[in-house]
């Protein structure tokens, strides 16, 4: 748990934001589209997360509630949120462990009532930072920039993943059984005797599939079967 120096006013924060811009402009170029969400129930900290956040260069939206935020739709691009550890009805923990499968949307703590048991639990379930009111707007800035930086490496790969799938999902059934014996090591023979069709049909399969697959070599359809999970066919 890490206790902060100042409170970030809203006049505050707006006059130390509009100093940092300059500087943070280059650096949050390539973040004009991310979201930070801002869930807290006290409306003088959402104006000034707001301000601040707006003159970093990312896109802030700021919630009340636990419930509040829960009932936006999910986003599609980087992003994180700033949560408070107290609030009415579902409290920040709470809000946590329904986003526990959220591993696009890393949640930075912020609270004024902490204590060390609560900063190990956060931290434990996932949170990437554990910040005490007050705290200076560079830690939360950087805080933010790190949690970013992990959204996009998510979305990222679950973009590829959903890429990868949808080709697997291409295949027709004859491919997806050819595939398997190839990546569990069989030659074209072996899987041509294993489905009981000729070699230059499975090399045919087997054209398709690499096509389909967007799969340039057999070691790089092997890592696909595997991030897809497929299990090893049987060899003969």
Known sequence: MRTMSTVPSATAVYSESVAQTAEVEDRHMSDVASIVFVVDDDVSVRESLDLLIRAAGWQPETFESAAAFLSRPRPTLPCCLVLDVTLPGLSGLELQQQLAERTDMPIIFITGHGDVP????????????????PFT??????????????????????????????????????????????????????????????????????????????????PELVT???RLGLRPARKV
């Not at 609560?118 to 009111?133: C, D, R, Y």
């Not at 805080?143 to 999902?169: H, K, N, P």
């Open 118 to 133: 609560m900063s190990v639990q956060a931290m434990k379930a996932g949170a990437v930072e554990f910040l005490t009111k």
């Open 137 to 218: 707007n560079d830690v939360l800035l950087g805080a933010i920039g790190g949690a970013i930086e992990r959204s996009r490496t998510a979305v990222r790969q679950e973009s590829d993943m959903q890429a990868l799938r949808s080709s697997y999902a291409s295949l027709t059934p004859r491919e997806r059984q050819v595939m398997a014996l190839v990546v569990s090591g069989l030659l074209n023979k072996q899987v041509g005797g294993e489905l009981g069709i000729s070699e230059i049909t499975v090399k045919a399969h087997r054209g398709q599939v690499m096509r389909k697959m967007k799969a340039d070599s057999l």
């Open 224 to 226: 696909m079967a595997a």
